[in-house]
DNA sequence: GTTTTCGTTATTG
DNA sequence: CAATAACGAAAAC
């Protein structure tokens, strides 16, 4: 269980550090299949190449080429290698309300009842706000049960961010709290902090079927993924893989429910909600700490 | 190999 | 009820 060591905080969102790190995992991302080289990039990004190594390697824990090492389907497809049998279904027993470790962060969970869910969010108070994180703007969203949505934007549309959470449970009542929502925030993106003595808790808000997708995702090891097909048959719905992508998709607490370990049978990258460059990074980053 | 076609199923309008 | 989707397998090029 490798611990990250500490998550450099210093490339924040909208600094041109940032953007710069952006820029190339989304090259990266579009022609990988070309393996650009380092000066390649760095041309392309009118940066000299030994600086763009420094800044990129401080984000991400790997040179540049190494991390698009990381992102060949190749490499994808050793995620999805399962060395033993389980993964999925040895891995430490979940139930409807308990503890489970995931990616080294330990989470209890609790699904809101039909009831709950039914109403939209009525009654329900969540408080909100936006936080630097290494994968963008981070907005946190928690209830006094426990952390409920966790979604990313680039600087500029944390307003539609915003906008695509509050639209999932219109009759709650919102509440802009960034001091409220910072120790969550702290908690997910300190991976040095991460520890099983005080799991974070988390409230999973949807229909019946989305919630043991979501449990499932919670069992995949930091490092690894699975298969679409893999969840439906976790969840002992064999032929539904189509719905699981549905469902993996409607995730609200994006990250802390790993929905980015979840590829296509080949190993592609099939979509994020987030963008898949966002989706790309995140296993790049969890490629290079694992 | 790659593209198209069709089966499946939980949601949404 | 029809349309849709972050899939997948099989058929067809």
């Not at 550090?17 to 041309?43: F, K, N």
């Not at 808000?205 to 976790?234: C, E, H, M, N």
Request: aromatic share 8%; proline share 6%.
């Amino acid at each position: 269980m490798n611990m990250i060591a500490k998550l450099d905080t210093d490339i924040t969102p909208g600094g041109p550090d940032y953007d710069t790190v952006r820029r190339v995992i989304e090259l990266i991302s579009e022609e990988y299949r070309d393996q650009p080289s380092l000066e390649a990039i760095a041309a392309r990004l009118n940066q000299s190449p030994t600086q763009l190594q420094k800044t990129f390697t401080r984000w991400a824990g790997l040179s540049p080429k190494a991390f698009l090492q990381a992102v060949t389907l190749d490499h994808a497809k050793r995620l999805l290698r399962k060395e033993e049998m389980p993964l999925l279904e040895t891995s430490i027993e979940v139930g409807l309300s308990g503890p489970s470790r995931l990616h080294d962060l330990f989470v209890t969970h609790e699904a809101m009842s039909p009831g709950e869910w039914k109403a939209k969010g009525g009654g329900l108070t969540i408080r909100y706000g936006f936080h630097n994180c290494p994968f963008g703007a981070a907005l946190v969203m928690v209830t006094d049960r426990g952390l409920a949505g966790l979604a990313f934007s680039d600087s500029g549309d944390e307003k539609a961010c915003l906008e695509d959470m509050t639209c999932r449970w219109p009759n709650a009542e919102y509440i802009e709290d960034r001091q409220g929502t910072a120790p969550y925030a702290e908690r997910i993106f300190q991976p040095g902090r991460w520890t099983s003595d005080q799991p974070l808790r988390v409230v999973l808000i949807g229909t019946d079927f989305q919630v043991r997708v979501w449990q499932s995702l919670l069992k995949i090891p930091f490092g690894k993924a699975v298969t679409y097909s893999d969840i439906a048959r976790d969840i002992g719905r064999p032929t539904a893989m189509r719905a699981v992508g549905a469902a993996v998709g409607a995730n609200p607490i994006s990250f802390v429910v790993p929905c980015h370990r979840a590829l296509g049978k080949n190993g592609a990258l099939t979509g994020y909600h987030w963008g898949l460059t966002r989706k790309r990074a995140m296993l790049g980053w969890e490629s290079a700490h694992a």
